[in-house]
C-alpha cells in the first residue's frame, strides 16, 4: 500500500529539515533562501512499531520488516503560488498524487533565519498555503464546469455525479472553507476522491517548534493547537532541527539525548503515527521463523481485503484467517499457548480485522 504525505510549507519553515530527518538523509537540500528545494524529494519511512520487535523476539525472527509509509518534501509555497508565483503551478501539481498533507508551521524565532513573509506567525502561514490551495482547486473546478453541464444533459450518469459533487466543492471553497469540509456521502466517496482537490485531503499541522520548546510546545505552537481543533486536522509538535540531530545517532546516544531534552521518544514517531491516523491506517501482523512482518490496511478492511495486501490471489481465493489478538500472542508466548489457552480464532470473510491482529491466512487459487 504505497501512501504518500505530502510536506508543505512557506520558504524556511524547516520541510526539508524535517524530510531530511525522516528519511536519516541529506537528500533534501536544507538552506537559508526560498525555493532551495525545486524536485520534491520522497523518502520511504518505517513505521515505528515496538510491537512488532515483541512478536519478532518470541518465535525468533531472522528478519524484522516494519510497514512503511513516503513523505514528499514539497518546495516552499509563497504568496501567488496558484497564479505560478515561485513555480507555484509546478509544486501545486505535486501535491496532488499524495494521500495527506502535513502543513509545517514556523513556531520559533532566529534572527539568522530569514521568514519569507518579514515576521514570524504561524496562523498567517497557515492561511497563506491554505488560501492558494483553494484558489487552485477553484480555478480546476471552474475549468470543468461547462463541459460536465453539457455532458449531464445527455444522460451521462458518471458526468452528472461528478458535476454534483464539484458543485459541492465549489460551495465551499466559495465561501473560504477546504473542500474537506464538504460532507460527502460512502457513495461518491471514490468519485469525490476522483476530483483530486488539493482541499479534500486529510490534514496534520506540524508545529516546529525551537529545542527548549520540543517537549512542551510554546504560545506560538499552541495557537497552531487551537487552529488544528478548530479545522478538524491533527496536529503534532516537533522540533525538526533536534529531529536532524537524533536521526544521526546510534540508538543508545539517542536514548541518552532524548532524556537530557525531557523526550520519551523522537517527534518523527509522533509525526509518523499521527500522519497513520490521518490516513485511518492500522497494522496487523504476520509472525514466523523467517520474518516478522507489518502489514497497512485501512481501519474497516475485512480479513480478505487484508489478505489482498499481501498478494491479490490471497484474496481471491481466500477460505480463512487464523488470528490471534497481539496481547494474547505476546501474552501466551506465541501460537502454541494461544491454542492451548482458547485464543487461536478462526475467521471468515466478513471478519473486521482488529489492530495489531497476528493473522495467517489460508487461501485457494
Known sequence: MALKVAIVGLPNVGKSTLFNALTQTASAQAANYPFCTIEPNTGDVAVPEARLDALAAIIPSKEIIPARINFVDIAGLVRGASKGEGLGNQFLANIRDCDAVAFVARCFVDDDITHVEGKVDPLADLDTIETE?????????????????????????????????????????????????????????????????????????????????????????????????????????????????????????????????????????????????????????????????????????????????????????F???????????????????????????????EYVVQDGDVMNFRFNV
Do not use: C
Not at 460536465?148 to 455525479?161: H, M, P, V
Not at 484467517?321 to 470473510?349: H, M, N, P, S
Open 319 to 349: 477460505i480463512r484467517a487464523e488470528t490471534i489478538a497481539y496481547d494474547d500472542y505476546v501474552r501466551l508466548k506465541g501460537e502454541a499457548g494461544a491454542r492451548e489457552a482458547g485464543k487461536f480464532r478462526q475467521e471468515g470473510k
Open 133 to 317: 490551495l483553494m484558489l487552485a482547486d477553484l480555478e480546476s473546478l471552474e475549468k470543468r464546469v461547462v463541459n460536465l453541464e453539457k455532458r449531464a444533459k445527455t444522460g451521462d450518469k458518471e458526468s452528472a455525479q461528478t458535476l454534483r459533487l464539484v458543485q459541492l466543492a465549489l460551495v465551499e471553497l466559495n465561501a473560504g472553507r477546504p473542500a474537506r469540509k464538504a460532507e460527502v456521502s460512502a457513495e461518491d466517496d471514490k468519485a469525490w476522491r476522483m476530483l483530486q482537490l488539493l482541499t479534500s485531503k486529510p490534514a496534520l499541522y506540524v508545529s516546529n517548534v525551537d529545542e527548549a520548546s520540543a517537549a512542551k510546545g510554546n504560545d506560538l505552537s499552541n495557537q497552531v493547537a487551537e487552529r488544528a481543533q478548530r479545522d478538524g486536522a491533527d496536529h503534532v509538535v516537533i522540533s525538526a532541527q533536534i529531529e536532524s540531530e537524533i536521526a544521526m545517532l546510534d540508538p543508545a546516544e539517542r536514548t541518552e539525548f532524548l532524556e537530557t531534552l525531557g523526550l520519551a521518544e523522537p517527534g518523527l514517531n509522533k509525526l509518523i503515527r499521527e500522519a497513520y491516523h490521518l490516513l485511518g491506517l492500522q497494522t496487523y501482523f504476520t509472525v514466523g521463523p523467517k520474518e516478522a512482518r507489518a502489514w497497512t490496511i485501512h481501519k474497516g478492511d475485512t480479513a480478505p481485503q487484508a489478505a489482498g495486501v499481501i498478494h491479490t490471489d490471497f484474496e481471491k481465493g
